[in-house]
Antibody
Framework: QVQLQESGPGLVKPSQTLSLTCTVS??????????WSWMRQHPGKGLEWIGY???????YYNPSLKSRVSISVDTSKNQFSLKLSSVTAADTAMYYC??????????????WGQGTMVTVSS | DIQMTQSPSSLSASVGDRVIITCRAS??????LNWYQQKPGKAPKLLIY???SLQSGVPSRFSGSGSGTDFTLTISSLQPEDFATYYC?????????FGQGTKVEI
């Protein structure tokens, strides 16, 4: 069963760039109709889709964050990464990586990492 | 963006109760609707995809229905492990959006 694991700093200073990596295990990031995704959840709030990437490098971002977001993939390491620039306290959240499958008339986030809490504070 | 609105925002129920959660999309999304369960401190878990298909390993007491703009998640007989927050999510168009969640409490 494919597993996802987030890693990265838990504390980022305001105006700096948040950087997280998701490692995919027990499966190849380069196979299947999958898009490798980032989501976040502010404390006590709902879920927000940040964006996703296909292993070919095609990216799709939420317009609300598009100017600050970059998602990349490293197929040799079976990893994909998130960079969010110019962070503020409003970017403090739990960040999840997830697999999004898209085939025929079905598409959903079917596998999730456990999440990593990122706090923006000086 | 397609707005997803769930109701109620929270509900109190007892073990064995039938629970129904509704989700309404701001425009038609066919059956591109998924349901997730999230327990405190855990990642969301996919329960239902394509409005009514049960994800592998999910108990049959969970079911989904609907198409167009109105959808429901039904738990036929609430179990202790079902106390959680439930989210709907549309996959019809980008950006992918979620409902605000429904917290099922004792």
């Amino acid at each position: 069963q494919v597993q996802l694991q987030e890693s990265g700093p838990g504390l980022v200073k305001p105006s700096q760039t948040l950087s997280l990596t998701c490692t995919v295990s027990s499966g190849s990031i380069s196979s299947g109709p999958y898009y490798w995704s980032w989501m976040r959840q502010h404390p006590g709030k709902g879920l927000e889709w940040i964006g996703y990437i296909h292993y070919t490098g095609s990216t799709y971002y939420n317009p609300s964050l598009k100017s600050r977001v970059s998602i990349s993939v490293d197929t040799s390491k079976n990893q994909f990464s998130l960079k969010l620039s110019s962070v503020t306290a409003a970017d403090t959240a739990m960040y999840y990586c997830a697999r999004f499958y898209n085939r025929n008339d079905e598409s959903a986030f079917d596998i999730w990492g456990q999440g990593t809490m990122v706090t923006v504070s000086s | 963006d397609i707005q997803m609105t769930q109701s109620p925002s929270s509900l109190s129920a007892s073990v064995g109760d039938r629970v129904i959660i509704t989700c309404r999309a701001s425009q038609t999304i066919s059956t591109y609707l998924n349901w997730y369960q999230q327990k405190p401190g855990k990642a969301p878990k996919l329960l239902i995809y394509a409005a009514s298909s049960l994800q592998s390993g999910v108990p049959s007491r969970f079911s989904g229905s609907g198409s167009g703009t109105d959808f429901t998640l039904t738990i036929s007989s609430l179990q202790p492990e079902d106390f959680a927050t439930y989210y709907c999510q549309q996959s019809y168009s980008s950006p992918r959006t979620f409902g605000q969640g429904t917290k099922v409490e004792i």
